[in-house]
Structure formats: C-alpha cells, structure tokens
C-alpha cells in the first residue's frame, strides 16, 4: 500500500509539471529556423493591428512565442484594411486562405483538447489524493481484482 501510495504520489507531481511545461512551452520564444527572419512575416501584421514596432525586435533577433505566431495569424492580420482588398475576385487566393484559416483553427483546437486532458488528469488525481486521505479507520478501499 506503502508504494502504490508512492507511485501515486509521484504520478500526481509529473502530471503537474507536465502542465506547467506546457504552459511554459507556449509562451517561451521560438528559435526560428536556420536563417530565416520571422521578422518579415510577423512585424508587417503585428504593425498593421496597432502595435508598436518599438516593442518588437529586429532580424533575426525575433523570436516569438508560439502563442505570439497564433495570435497573429489568427486575428492580428485581419486588422489590416488592405488585406481583404488583396484577395477580393481572386478566387485563388480565397481559397488558399479559407485552407490556411481551417488549419490554423485545427491546431488551436487540438491546443484546447490538450489543455483540457491536462486539467482533467490533475482534477482526477486532486480526487483521487482527496479520497486516499479521507477514508476512515472503518472503510476499506473497493478492489475489484479481489
């Protein structure tokens, strides 16, 4: 009993830090690929939505998180005025931007899903170590295995 309680335990904190590295994860800065400059993609559409070019660094020093990429492809670019007028009867170019808006979407929602598996394992074993802790001297833990 000593060492499921143990495992328990041990399974409860990797739970916990599997979260807090999730979390982690998106909001740390990307490195970008080798001698590509995310500053030529990000920079225009974060400038065109209102934000100060002052707080984003330059070349090959910008690094966003991947939270900052998914804001900014997913609602910072429709701020700019010019950017449905570029695609207006160019069939093509709707197109290519209804695929890219569904995959951008696709991703958020597997985000969310995975987010959501994490809160219900930590909900489930907070339970589980409130069960554990609160059976009584009289109570004796169901096994089925029995």
């Known amino acids: 009993a000593w060492v499921l309680r143990q495992q328990h335990l041990e399974s409860a904190r990797n739970i ?3 979260v807090i590295a999730s979390i982690i994860s998106r909001r740390t800065s990307i490195p970008p690929p080798s001698g590509t400059d995310l500053s030529l993609t990000l920079r225009p559409l974060r400038e065109k939505a209102g934000i100060d070019p002052a707080t984003m660094p330059d070349g090959l020093n910008y690094k966003p ?4 990429i998914m804001l900014t492809m997913t609602k910072e ?6 950017y449905f007028v570029r695609m207006q009867e160019e069939t093509g170019a709707i197109k290519q931007e209804e695929a890219s808006i569904s995959t951008f979407i696709t991703m958020q929602y597997q985000d969310i ?5 994490q809160i219900n394992a930590l909900l489930a074993a907070r339970a589980a170590l409130k069960f554990n802790s609160d059976i009584k001297s009289g109570q004796v833990e169901s096994n089925p295995l029995r």
């Open 16 to 18: 916990a830090s599997d």
């Open 65 to 68: 998180s991947y939270n900052e």
């Open 77 to 82: 670019r429709f701020y700019d005025p010019g």
């Open 113 to 117: 899903y995975k987010l959501q598996e």
